[in-house]
Each structure stands twice: as C-alpha cells, then as structure tokens.
C-alpha cells in the first residue's frame, strides 16, 4: 500500500459555534417585607442569561467555565435576601453586575424580570377594586393581598462588564375604545372585501417594551418604579385620547407620546394585535344594529409593531416581542 | 321444532342513550349601551346547552327536533339587542326561558356565562388602578376602557320549563396572607415528612360557585349584581380575616361567612388550591430567611374543596368545579 | 356581679359542611424500569382527593384527622418504587387501597391519573414516526424516547373500603372527516340563519371517558392497558366509518360501538366539540370554492354531549366533562 | 418693523418612527385535495408581516399605501386555491412573492407558517399509531385523519423583491434520554449547591429554526419536506446517540450534526430548555432510589441556546426564539 492519507493538520471545521447564551429560567421568588404588621410584597419571576467563554462546554464537554443554573437560581433567592427587591430593574441590575464581575468566564449577562402585582385586601367592610372607593388602605388587614390580574410588568437588563441597557415594559393590557375609531381611504387590490366603516370598535392588547437612555453606572438611574407608571399612564392616555384613523397612527400616538414625555426613555417598540369586534349582522332577526351587538373574534387577528424612537437614535429593541 | 327463529319483533338493545345535552359554548357577545357622551360595555362569553327530546337525533340521524346550535348563537346576539344585558344571570334567564318556552323538543335549557371586568380609562392626568387615587369617573374618556383582569364572574342559569337553578360563581382570584397562617398537629403516617409550622404564606385561587335559594318566576330574583359584589367582599374578607389553621378551615370561614351573611344563598361550593409558598433554605449561602424569602411552587398544589350549606338544604352543585 | 347572658347549649347552626375532600393534585412521576440495555418509561400526573372524618378541620381547625397533602405526594413517590407502575390504573388501586385502610379517618379516596405516552426513538438512520416504516424497534437507542403528543390518556378510581368504581378516558384526541357529513333536515325558528350542507368537514376533539363493571376485589379486574387500546380504536373506528347526519349520530355511534364491542364497559361519556371548518367564499376572487378550502374557526364551537349505557345500568359518571 | 421670531420652516421632530410591519397573524387555513376517493388534508396556520412605505399611516392616518389585513387573510384563502399547499415555505413563497410585486408600497414581506400534522385513520381492524403495525394505508377510510399532536413544523419566508430568506423549524418536540447523561466538573462559586452526577435524566422540548443557503430565485430551491423530514430525523438522532456531559454540548452535537450533513442548510438556531427530572429522595421510607424514580419539574429550568454555523456564515436567526 502506497501512502496513507496524511492526517489533516488543522482541518478546516465543518461547523462552528455561534452566539449563545444559557441560564435558569422563570425562578418564581416571593419577598415578604415586615414593617412592623404592615407587611409588603414582591413576586417576581426572573430568568437569568449568561454568556462568555462558553466554547469548550459546547465543543468538547467540559464544564469547567460553566457556573450552573441552578447556582444562578440561588443567587436570585439569597440576592432577595442580601439586596431585597427595591424595583424590578434594580434586582436585576445586581444580579447581572454580580454574574459578570465574578466569574471570569461570563462576560455578558442578560436578566429579564415578570412582576406581578399585588393590592391589599381592604379593611372589614371596604370593598376592594370598586371603583370610586378607597382601595387597600394599609389597617389591620396589612398582611392580605389579592392579586391585581392586570398586564404584567417586565424588565430587561444587560450587561456586558462595562455598559449597562435597560428595557421595561408590560404586555397583555387590554384596552378598547368603543367610538372615535374610523378605518376608511385604504388601499384596494382584487382581494380586498372590507367595508369601509367610519366608527367601529377599536381594542387592543398592549405589549410595550421602553428602553432607557441610561447606560453608566456614573449616571443616575432613572427612578424605575415611577418611569414606570408614567409610561404607563401616557400609553393609556394616548389610547384613549386619540380619534383613530388606523391602529398604526393611534401606536404611534402611543409610542410618541411616550418619547416626547419621558426625557429617561429614547426607543419604545409596540405590538398591538388589532382585536377584532365585528358588528354582528342582526337584519335576518329584523333588527337593527346601531353599533350596539359586537362578536368578539380571537383569530386571525391584524398585528401591527412599531418603534418610535428619540431623533437620533438608533434601534435596539428586538422587533419580535410576539413570536408565532 | 323447525320453524326458523322468528325475528325478534323487539330485540333488547345492546346500548342506550343516556343523559345528553347540545348547544353552542362560548359565543364571545360585546353590548355597547351609549347613554349621550358616556358609554357602557358588557362582555360575555355565553354558552348554551339544551335537552330534551333528542332520541331520535342520537339514534337514526333524524334531525327534525334540533334547533341548530348556530341557532343558539345567533340568538345570543339578538337577545343582547332586544332585551339589553342588564346582568349575566338576567340575559341568561331570558336565554332560558326563550329556548324552553319556544321549542317544544326542547325540556331543559342550562346557560353558563363569563363574565369580563372593564373598567374606565381615567381622563387625562388621572392615573388609572392606583390605590388611592379616584379611578375611572366619566368624563371626556367616556368610551374608553381597560380591562380589569382581575377574577372572572361566572352564571349558570337552569331552567326546566317550571322550576330555576341560579348559580353564580367566581374562579381566578388569587389572594395570599404573608402571616397568621400556621399547619401543625396533623396526623402522621410513615409518609409524612413535612415539618409543622406556625407561620407560613397562605395563598389560593378562590374557586367559588354559590347556589340561590330563588327558583320560582313568582317570587323576587336576587340583585344579582349586589349579591356578587357583597359575595365576593365577603370571600375577601373571611379570607383575609381568619387565623389559618388550615386551608380547610380558612375555606370553611370562607363559605360559612357566605352563607351566614348573604340570606338569598343557601349553598356554596369552593375549590382552593393550595398555592405552595416554599422558604427558601439560604443557610448554605450564611444567610438567615426569618419568614422573607419564598419560592413558589406551581406544581403540585394541595387542592381543598367543600360544599357549605344553608342547615336543612340538601347540595345541588356539581362537586367537581375544577377538573383534571 | 350580673350574670352573664346564659351561653347556648345548642344553638342551631347557621351553616353546615357538606360534601368535602382534598389532597395533592397533580403529582408528576416518571419511573424508569432497566431491563438489561433497554429501558422502559411510565409518565403519569396523579391527583389524590380523599374524604372522611374531615368535620373538626373545617370546623374547628383541629389537625388530628388530616393526613397532610405532603405526604400523599409522598406516597405516590414510595409507591411507584415499591409497586411498580403497570399501568395508570393498577397504580390508583394500590393508593386508593392504601389511604382506605391504612387511615381510619378516611373513608373514601378517588386517584386521578394522567398518562403521557412516549415512543421509543430509533436507531440511527431509521425515521420516526413516519407512516409505513418500523418504528422504534429496541436497540441500540433503548433509552432514548419522544413524548407522542397524542390524546392524554385518563384513568379515575374510586374506593370506599368496600367497592370500587373504575373509569378510564382519554382527551384531546382530534379527528376530522373530509366527507361523509351532512347537517340538515333540523328545525327552524326565527333565529335559524345557517344554510342546509350535504358536505362538509366533520372534525372534533375527542373527550371521552367509560366505566368498567367492575367493582369487586374478588372479580377479575379487565386487562387496563388492553381494555384502553381497544376502545380508542373502536372510537376512531366509528367515528371514521359512520356517514354522519349530525355529530349527535357520530357520538351515538362512537358510545354504542364501544358498549357493544367492549364486554368490561358498562358506561361512556362522550363529550364532542364541534370544532368547525367554515368553507371559504372564494367567489369575490373569481374562483371556485369546491369544498376545498375551509376556515378552521376557534370559537364559538357547538358542544355534544351524552352518555351511552349498557341497557340495566344507571350513569354514574359526571356529565360536565368540560367546564366553562 | 421688528422680526417676529420666525417660525421654524422644519423643525425638528421631537420622535421618529423606526422599523415596522403589519398584517392578519394565524389565519388558519384547511386544504383538502380529492384524488379519487383518496382525500389529502394540508392544515396551516399563516401570519403575514408587510413593511414598506408606511409613513404616513402612521404618521397623519392617511391610508392610501395600506392593504388592508383583511385583504392578507383572503389572499391566503384565495391562493389556498389558486396554487394549493405544495409545502408551508412553497405556500410562503407564493404569498410573499405576491405581496412585494403587487402592491409598490410593500418593498418586503414575511410569512410565518405553522403546520400541524394528520395522520390518517386505518382501515378497520387496523390499529392506529401503535409502533410495530402498518399505519394509514389509503384504504376505504381514505378520508378520515387523526391529529399526531407531536411537534409542529414552522416555516418563514421573507423576501424584499430581490433576496429570498428562508427559515424553517419545528417547536415542542419533547425528547428525553434515560441515561449516558452526566453533569460535573463545572464551576463552584458560594452560590452552587448542586451536586454532580454521573448519571441522570436529560430531557428537553426542541425547539429549532434553520435557515437554508437559498436566497436566489434563479437557484433551485430546496426540497422542502424532504430537508424538513431528514433535519428532524439528524436532530432526534444526535439527541439519542450523544453521550451527555451537560446539554450545551448535546445541542452543539445536534446542531452540527445538520450543518455536517444537511448541505443546504447554513444556520441553525436551538433553544433548548432543560426539563428536570430530579430523582426523588425515598430513604425517609427506607427506600432505595436506584435512579428509578423521578419528579418531573414545571419551573424553574434551564434554558440553553446556541447557533451552529456553517464556516464563513454570518448568523442571521433572532437569537431570541423563546420569549419571556
């Protein structure tokens, strides 16, 4: 036999690892806080994502950078313990400060918090989430809480060793206007069967992601609990306040108003499904129909996202906050 | 003897019908009443089920007797306009009766409902769903709406052409108590290792279906939308108002108080699960959880369900709210 | 000093306890059994509720009767090692047996048991789950499996010392006719809209559930694993075989078939939604729409529901398989 | 005269409007093709994403360059029928292609498919989906189907009028290995508590998207049911066959085994959670759990994802498939 085949040197890989990242996912931690009998409440799940020098645990098994999620899960219950849990962005921003300056091999961590909300159960005879009435007022039930079972508050903070970013948002809050909502003057193409209507329903569920202009740890911080329910309040204020020629110009109402609003906020991304409510046909029946008797449909749906952003800046925000 | 068997002028069945019912479930009916600038808004999700004389239907595919479920919906939808939706178990009493009184193969109608909470978007500059603050009263906001989220209202109406069933309910409020909770004393069999404690979190998903004493057109019907508000204050209350020995006790405070306060209802039936607050052990990391830090656990969930009723009322409402 | 006001001796109650239980639902045990090389996988959720001498828990708070829900979880665990899991429901038999007669203060318990089904992934270069080849012959992959993702498969057993009352199901099993439907020949009232079909899409999602006769410790039990495959075949069959005039018929055919074909079954509930495949109206486009192109609409969705018997026997198995 | 302050002639916008998109998301579309009596059934769901000249609709409420979604959902019916369901991603291609050269204002279209699997129900006798039997085979019961309910196929398909982009994927393929799973060696910081094993459960629930080389009209696409079928058999494959030091490294083995040897592929995205099955501790029963016994965990887990490129390829899949 003539020569073997000379063994490839440095043969040229036939795959080769991308980006990735790894962590524990959706750690449910519940804080009580006692202030004498007044006691206070978080609930937060948190999903924790690191990355760096990953390669070998990927490319051959060993694990010896890999610090395990299970380790990440109870650093976020010891953290409520050591640092409590003063806003969602700021537990996450020691948590994320924590994951990459201690351990060399994790040069990027991303942590994303669910925050759940929780109203006191009012004293004996005061009727709780009636609107109108003083709600929750801390007495002698300062230990009882319903939970609110509105859209949920999020947040997203990253960290690379050196800047920091910071995105927050809710998603699933439901609006709707019953009038001031008008769909007409669009384009027609040889599949296009949709009436024109000048005042319909116009309903929504919002998910809202904001990101703030702050990314050094020498700047202050924005205060995170406040920016918060002000972005908040704007969305719904923008909803509701404007007459609606398309749900994109009333998103764009919405995420505008945010930007011109809140000097700590430079991008705002919205994906709004455009909750149908048809009229419902009630001639067969010899009735008439005056905008009263709405169907409300689950699918198909229209879906419209956009950013809006603060002149000058460029996008950040992932576009695909709702996956298929 | 020879004569061939004769055929068998009535042969035994080898199977029959039992117990059937049919109809159209969750139609999703929107109602816009406008009272001038201010607008108001019901949503229901109505199902309907009707029984009778459908023998033949099941049997030889003879569909003279079935009224079509497409029929059921669009009455739904007509009802809402002709009669208004003044309250989920009024509309479905008209539902009832209707289907029972007009369809003579129809003997029995059963209309189940859900209801979501809507509340107002508060005029510019007001801030909505924050404790304290006035919420939602109508002003130039006056067709705009968020969604509470919060528990839904259930109604389930029985009508047989001469007697009525009304039960309403709730399902989804989840509520918790950070103390004045304690679970010792219990019995102990070789496989019990849980540890007795004398303060832990007590948290659930209330599961509440109640049964009114009200069954003849003769006689007054509840109010019912007081009767489930005041309901509802009560289940709150007693929750948030009793030292847990038990979640079995803490329900039977629950339905007791119901039952004892609320004269128009003589059975309650309730589905708590228990909603698992685990303290996180932070010894291995030096740290003390003095009653702060807790995990919580999705599955599985202790789960406590009990009927209280009126003394000399025998249970009328179907054991198994919550099904696998 | 005044006498006190006479403390009653026994003063009516405002309100009684009635039909109560509890327990630990939703218990998820996997057990691997090694035979040699090839191993084998039981995937069950199991929910216990027992019921008993559980008045002075409601009522007073006191313990002492109450085997905690921890250590039922508990004793799933132990009993999948110590008994095996053969199949969902000798598994319950072995609890249910357990918590009867090892607690005096039990008196009865029901086990519910769901079971995920997981193939056996093949060996290399042989495809999975793909129609007309061999699937999953053990090998050399004898420890590697794919969840099916079919039906869930149900088993319900009920013990009160004495008697036993045994109910298998299965949900989530979806089936669709391209043909062979027609719906028409019903009543009309005012509110009837929908047009008369003799062709059309007939699809539905199989919730089933069935009673064997057997109660008796000293009768043979039926072969479960048999038993459950047999019937879910004869459900496909009738459902697939039957030329259906309303999905009554097609549930009647279901139910009678496997009364008729199944000697251990005395009972079945079948509870059908009719999930709807709408044709589409093509003609605005110029086409043809020849029962080829339908809309598979989410809800509203009609609802079949009826219990089939062996002639003699009373229904015992609750007719709300599905709740709102 | 003195100069009034002169009105800015274009004054700096105080926001601007970054990417966006919209159209109809999940219509759901059912496509029956007759052969003779032999009926085939293509089951999908289609979102249409559209981008473009979209200013002004947001911007003024101006809808002239807006198709309406409507129109999307009825093109995906329409050409349901013009050219039939070949494929999701063929079906894709048809719809996108469409959208970008018919309307001027759309320069770029993304289609994002679902498929769901039928399989078809035997002939009597026949069982169905019992390993080991034949399955399916087109007989007299060619027109009847029963959902497989295993993972879903996805497809995305996006196209600027130049440039093909092409990602196919499948979601919730639940795949679980009994053994040759390991976890140790890894990193310790004050915070890890987990001890190493040498033996334990891996399972997880795939989730994949790959992107194909094709991007060019004039090049042969890709056979698309084919590369989808031998991806999935490579992924299942190098599930099973890989001897596990932790699951980055069984995903890096998975995702290049379909670089290795699927050529038309360049990219593949995984997002892998780690399903825990945590044996449980029986020794209080004085029990042995010889790794037969596991606690099947909902959350926490752990969430690995990674991309495998094909040397020289820039990654072009969202790194984020699994959201919050």
């Known amino acids: 036999m003539i020569e073997s085949p000379q063994a490839p040197e440095a043969a040229a890989p036939s795959a080769v690892l991308g980006p990735n990242q790894y962590g524990k996912a959706e750690t449910r931690v519940v804080k009580?806080?006692?202030?004498?009998?007044?006691h206070h409440l978080k609930d937060l799940s948190v999903s924790v994502a690191l990355s760096g020098a990953m390669d070998a645990v990927h490319?051959?098994?060993s694990n010896a950078t890999v610090l395990t999620t299970d380790a990440t899960k109870n650093t976020v219950f010891a953290f409520a313990k050591e640092h409590g849990i003063a806003?969602?962005?700021?537990?996450?921003?020691?948590?994320?400060?924590?994951?990459v300056t201690s351990q060399p091999s994790i040069h990027r961590a991303r942590i994303r918090v669910e925050e759940y909300t929780w109203e006191r159960i009012g004293a004996p005879g005061q009727r709780v989430g009636v609107p109108g009435e003083r709600i929750g007022a801390p007495g002698e039930r300062s230990h009882s809480f319903v939970r609110a079972g509105r859209e949920t508050r999020t947040a997203q903070i990253t960290y690379d060793g050196s800047t920091w970013q910071a995105i927050t948002g809710l998603k699933d809050l439901v609006v709707l206007n019953t009038t001031d909502s008008e769909f007409r003057g669009y384009a027609k193409d040889p599949y296009t069967t949709l009436p024109e209507t000048s005042d319909?329903?116009?309903?929504?569920?919002?998910?809202?992601r904001w990101r703030y202009g702050w990314t050094d740890d020498r700047?202050?911080?924005?205060?995170?609990?406040?920016a918060y329910t002000r972005t908040r309040e704007h969305l719904l204020d923008a909803f509701a306040g404007t007459y609606s020629h398309s749900l994109q110009q009333t998103l764009y109402a919405m995420g505008s108003r945010v930007i011109e609003q809140r000097p700590e906020t430079v991008e705002i991304r919205l994906s709004l499904p455009n909750k149908h409510h048809f009229l419902v046909d009630l001639a067969p029946f010899g009735l008439k129909n005056d905008n009263e008797v709405y169907y409300a449909a689950d699918r198909p749906y229209g879906l419209i996202e956009a950013t809006v952003l603060r002149p000058g800046t460029e996008p950040a925000i992932p576009t695909d906050l709702t996956l298929l």
């Open 59 to 61: 490319l051959s098994g």
């Open 200 to 208: 319909r329903i116009l309903a929504t569920q919002v998910n809202a």
């Open 87 to 99: 806003s969602a962005e700021q537990f996450a921003i020691h948590l994320a400060r924590h994951f």
């Open 32 to 38: 009580v806080t006692r202030d004498g009998h007044v």
């Open 219 to 226: 700047e202050p911080a924005p205060d995170w609990d406040d």
